[in-house]
């Protein structure tokens, strides 16, 4: 099935202050490609939603949290986390935006956290067929 970037509207998942969030704003603005924006500290993801982008990812599920982030060090979650379940983890990261990294992209078939351009170019990419 073939999609052009103008039939397309990714879900842009991201925290307006951060750095990175902005340059990928800028790269999806550059390529012209159409994006629904949500501010991950407002609008939390839900526990199913996180589960489905999870699964659709094919990352392992570390990759999802913020590793630099204020909350995940003062949970001390590094420690934490290998001995947590795949549900415990996916219960805390529907608890606060903050612990999720971002930004997060997800189109119909694909879910990009973190914003490597290289990645992002690759999806670009294929959407052009």
């Avoid at 939390?44 to 590793?67: A, C, I």
Wanted: hydrophobic share 35%.
């Amino acid at each position: 099935m073939y999609f052009s970037k103008e039939a397309v509207v990714m879900l842009f998942i991201c925290y307006p202050k951060c750095t990175t969030c902005q340059k990928a704003r800028k790269w999806l603005e550059k390529n012209r490609i159409k994006y629904t924006e949500r501010n991950i500290a407002t609008d939390n993801p839900t526990y199913k939603e996180l589960k489905e982008w999870h699964e659709k990812s094919g990352l392992p599920l570390k990759r999802f949290f913020n590793t630099s982030g204020m909350i995940y060090r003062e949970m001390q979650l590094k420690d934490k986390l290998p001995s947590m379940s795949e549900e415990e983890q996916l219960k805390l990261l529907a608890t606060d935006g903050m612990l999720v990294k971002r930004p997060i992209l997800i189109t119909e078939d694909k879910v990009l956290v973190g914003f490597k351009e290289a990645d992002w170019d690759t999806l670009e990419r294929s959407l052009q067929g």
